[in-house]
């Protein structure tokens, strides 16, 4: 059923691409995503994001970084 390939073919292009935390309209593939993050940021500069500790991709605003750190899914595999 071509209404099936497509509804899949829609899951993984979601799957795949990542949501630019500067910008939610801003779909970005996970490779090109560290880049763009950085670039994005200098576009944005009145957006205050911080870095995870444990993940450089991973960007949030400072009061919701605490409670990031304590769950993020990137700190088991540095301890
Ligand atoms: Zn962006
Ligand atoms: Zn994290």
Same mark, same amino acid.
């Given at each position: #059923? =071509?209404? $099936?390939?497509? /509804?899949?073919?829609?899951?993984?292009? $979601? /799957? /795949?691409? #990542?949501? *630019?935390?500067? =910008?939610?309209? !801003?779909?970005?593939?996970?490779?090109? @995503?560290?880049? !763009?993050?950085?670039? +994005? /940021?200098?576009?944005?500069?009145?957006?205050?994001?911080?870095? +995870? %500790?444990? =993940?450089?991709?991973?960007? @949030?605003?400072?009061?919701? #970084?605490?409670?990031? %750190?304590?769950? *993020?899914?990137?700190?088991?595999?540095?301890?």
């Amino acid at each position: #059923m =071509n209404f $099936n390939e497509a /509804e899949g073919e829609r899951y993984r292009q $979601n /799957e /795949e691409m #990542m949501t *630019c935390p500067f =910008n939610k309209s !801003h779909r970005v593939q996970p490779a090109r @995503f560290a880049l !763009h993050v950085v670039r +994005c /940021e200098k576009k944005h500069p009145h957006i205050k994001l911080e870095k +995870c %500790l444990y =993940n450089s991709t991973h960007y @949030f605003k400072k009061s919701k #970084m605490a409670a990031h %750190l304590l769950e *993020c899914p990137d700190k088991k595999k540095n301890l």
